[in-house]
């Protein structure tokens, strides 16, 4: 996920980082080397790397590669850039006037701005980079003056998806006496945890009722609180107060206490919860490690918010140690609650002998089977039960 990681933050930058931002608020790198794969021999290093997507069976790829001085650039960029072109086209920095006319000459045809600027002979078709990908502008020469004038003629999916993804790392931020408040509009550039207050405070200024029950059962059936508001302090700030017992009791409506007062767990978790509510349909969700500091039968019931998040068409991807949460999944496919044609599990292990990453994708049959666990999964805890209960054993014998 950090290729598609990069993208995002790269799109969500408030300047142009070039090719892509390396250290951002998804993802930190401070070398180009840290993102080309390396084996044990200098033979096995790759100088190049691509990111590709198929939105709506429509094939969106970026290649990056190095230039002679070291520096990353952007090689090649593939997609649909016109309306009736049935396979994608490639766009190379360099392309040259002709070549590009060539390419999309019925598009310009049918728009009489660029053909007719391009009727004059100081004005060529070029190639130019917007961030990670590359587009075709018109360049017109002027003496020693030359301007681009962007023509974007399509190819912005890869940008528009990265851009829409919610992600949640491992770590969701320490929780904190105020939050700022943020816009609720379908992006949430950087990580997700900290639009949590401002959107349970746009909830509640919106009369999305529908949201906010959902949310309240969801975090007092995951064993948190009974109760989560969000009050408004100024134009800027926003306190998040959660209920100090976990299930509502009489005469406790006004017991509630700052985040920051109860158990980590919650501030972990919220963000996790909210997230699945707030995603539009198509949206992707990317999870960290959302089992983190939840109960284990809070894992068992997890599966359920996700599963409410696919009957909306959301996305989610989650990357766990949980076998709890995946035997769920299980559980609900094989009630005919969860359509195992929607859920796929990516198995990733490293060789012993390359060191390389290995993956191995297994969909699950209508009873929620998948065929064997990998290895080290699931018989680490198996064995450690067998261990304690052999030894309990032998000295009971013992007596």
Same mark, same amino acid.
């Given at each position: 996920?950090?290729?598609?990681?990069? &993208?995002?933050?790269?799109?969500?930058?408030?300047?142009?980082?070039?090719?892509?931002?390396?250290?951002?608020?998804?993802? %930190?790198?401070?070398?180009?080397?840290?993102?080309?794969?390396?084996?044990?021999s200098? !033979?096995?290093?790759?100088?190049?790397?691509?990111?590709?997507?198929?939105i709506?069976?429509?094939?969106?790829?970026?290649?990056?590669?190095r230039?002679?001085?070291?520096?990353?650039?952007? $090689?090649? =960029?593939?997609?649909?850039f016109?309306?009736?072109?049935?396979?994608?086209?490639?766009?190379?920095?360099?392309?040259?006037?002709?070549?590009?006319?060539?390419?999309?000459?019925?598009?310009?045809?049918?728009n009489?701005?660029?053909?007719?600027?391009?009727?004059?002979?100081? $004005?060529k078709?070029?190639?130019?980079? +917007?961030?990670?990908?590359?587009?075709?502008?018109?360049?017109?020469? *002027?003496?020693?003056?030359s301007?681009?004038?962007?023509?974007?003629?399509?190819?912005?999916?890869?940008?528009?998806?990265? %851009?829409?993804?919610?992600?949640?790392?491992?770590?969701?931020?320490n929780?904190k006496?105020? =939050?700022?408040? *943020?816009?609720?509009?379908?992006?949430?550039?950087? /990580?997700?945890?900290?639009?949590?207050?401002?959107?349970?405070? =746009?909830?509640?200024?919106n009369? @999305?009722?529908?949201?906010?029950?959902? &949310?309240?059962?969801?975090v007092?059936? &995951?064993?948190? /609180?009974?109760?989560?508001? *969000?009050?408004q302090?100024?134009?800027?700030?926003?306190?998040?107060?959660?209920? @100090?017992?976990?299930?509502?009791?009489?005469?406790?409506?006004? +017991?509630?206490?700052?985040? $920051?007062?109860?158990?980590?767990?919650?501030?972990?978790?919220?963000?996790?919860?909210v $997230?699945?509510?707030a995603?539009?349909?198509?949206? #992707?969700?990317?999870?960290?490690?959302?089992?983190?500091?939840?109960?284990?039968?809070?894992?068992?019931?997890? *599966?359920?918010?996700?599963?409410?998040?696919?009957?909306?068409?959301?996305?989610?991807?989650?990357?766990?140690? %949980?076998?709890?949460?995946?035997?769920?999944?299980?559980?609900?496919?094989?009630r005919?609650?969860?359509?195992?044609?929607?859920?796929?599990?990516?198995?990733?292990?490293?060789s012993? /002998?390359?060191?390389? /990453?290995?993956?191995? #994708?297994?969909?699950?049959?209508?009873?929620?089977?998948?065929?064997?666990?990998?290895? +080290?999964? +699931?018989?680490?805890?198996l064995?450690?039960?067998a261990? =304690?209960?052999?030894?309990?054993?032998?000295?009971? !014998?013992?007596?």
């Open positions: 996920m950090q290729p598609l990681l990069l &993208l995002k933050q790269t799109v969500d930058a408030a300047y142009d980082p070039g090719p892509l931002q390396l250290d951002g608020p998804n993802v %930190s790198i401070t070398s180009v080397d840290q993102i080309l794969s390396r084996g044990a200098v !033979a096995s290093r790759v100088t190049s790397f691509s990111v590709e997507l198929c709506d069976s429509h094939r969106t790829k970026a290649k990056f590669s230039d002679t001085g070291g520096n990353l650039r952007v $090689a090649e =960029y593939t997609a649909l016109m309306a009736g072109q049935s396979e994608p086209v490639t766009l190379r920095e360099g392309m040259t006037d002709s070549t590009l006319r060539k390419i999309f000459a019925p598009t310009l045809k049918k009489e701005f660029p053909s007719s600027i391009l009727q004059r002979n100081e $004005a078709l070029s190639v130019a980079r +917007d961030r990670f990908a590359l587009q075709v502008g018109i360049t017109i020469q *002027a003496g020693d003056t301007t681009l004038l962007p023509l974007i003629l399509g190819g912005t999916e890869l940008s528009s998806e990265v %851009s829409r993804i919610i992600h949640l790392p491992a770590l969701r931020g929780p006496r105020t =939050y700022r408040t *943020a816009a609720i509009e379908g992006r949430y550039p950087g /990580t997700f945890d900290t639009y949590t207050a401002g959107i349970i405070s =746009y909830w509640q200024n009369g @999305r009722t529908e949201q906010l029950n959902q &949310l309240k059962r969801d007092e059936e &995951l064993g948190l /609180t009974w109760k989560v508001e *969000a009050r302090l100024d134009d800027t700030q926003v306190e998040l107060l959660v209920g @100090r017992l976990p299930h509502a009791r009489q005469g406790g409506a006004r +017991d509630l206490v700052n985040i $920051a007062d109860v158990g980590f767990g919650v501030s972990q978790t919220l963000p996790v919860v $997230a699945l509510l995603a539009d349909p198509g949206q #992707t969700v990317y999870l960290e490690q959302p089992e983190i500091h939840l109960h284990p039968r809070a894992q068992l019931y997890f *599966a359920r918010l996700v599963n409410r998040a696919l009957k909306r068409q959301v996305r989610v991807i989650i990357e766990t140690h %949980s076998s709890l949460l995946i035997r769920a999944v299980q559980t609900m496919i094989a005919d609650e969860m359509d195992a044609n929607d859920v796929a599990l990516h198995w990733f292990t490293r012993l /002998t390359t060191g390389e /990453t290995e993956i191995s #994708t297994a969909e699950l049959s209508p009873d929620g089977a998948f065929g064997d666990w990998p290895e +080290d999964f +699931d018989d680490v805890y064995g450690s039960e261990a =304690y209960l052999d030894a309990a054993m032998e000295k009971a !014998a013992k007596l």
